[in-house]
Nanobody, 117 residues
Framework: QVQLVESGGGLVQPGGSLRLSCAAS????????MGWYRQAPGLQRELVATFRSSGSTNYADSVKGRFTISRDNAKMTVYLQMNSLKPDDTAVYYC???????????WGQGTQVTVSS
C-alpha cells in the first residue's frame, strides 16, 4: 500500500518560514519524481516544485528564490523549505510521487499552510 504523509503545515506570519515534509512508503522512492503542489480555495491545483530522480529540480515562477525542494532517498522523504512566505502562499499543499515509465502517480492527503498576520 502506497502512502504519502505530509507534515509541517500551519499558521505563519508574512515573511516567516515553514518546512514541509512528505514521508513515502510502498514505493521504490529513488525511481520517482517527487513534487509539491498546492491548491488555494476556488483555484485549481498548481505545481510548486518538483525533484526528479535524475536530480533536476523545477519551480513555479511564483516561488523561485523563496522555496527549496530537497529529498532524502535513504529516508524516503521529500521536503519543501518555504521562506519569505506571503499571504498568496496560503493553500493546501500536496505531496506527489510520479513514475512516468509506469504511469504510477500518487498523492498525499495535503497539509494546510496559512500565511496571515
Amino acid at each position: 500500500q502506497v502512502q504519502l504523509v505530509e507534515s509541517g503545515g500551519g499558521l505563519v506570519q508574512p515573511g516567516g518560514s515553514l518546512r514541509l515534509s512528505c514521508a513515502a512508503s510502498g514505493i521504490i522512492f529513488r525511481f520517482y519524481a517527487m513534487g509539491w503542489y498546492r491548491q488555494a480555495p476556488g483555484l485549481q491545483r498548481e505545481l510548486v516544485a518538483t525533484f526528479r530522480s535524475s536530480g533536476s529540480t523545477n519551480y513555479a515562477d511564483s516561488v523561485k528564490g523563496r522555496f527549496t525542494i530537497s529529498r532524502d532517498n535513504a529516508k524516503m522523504t521529500v521536503y519543501l523549505q518555504m521562506n519569505s512566505l506571503k499571504p498568496d502562499d496560503t493553500a493546501v499543499y500536496y505531496c506527489n510521487a510520479e513514475r512516468t515509465e509506469t504511469g504510477r502517480n500518487y498523492w498525499g492527503q495535503g497539509t494546510q499552510v496559512t500565511v496571515s498576520s
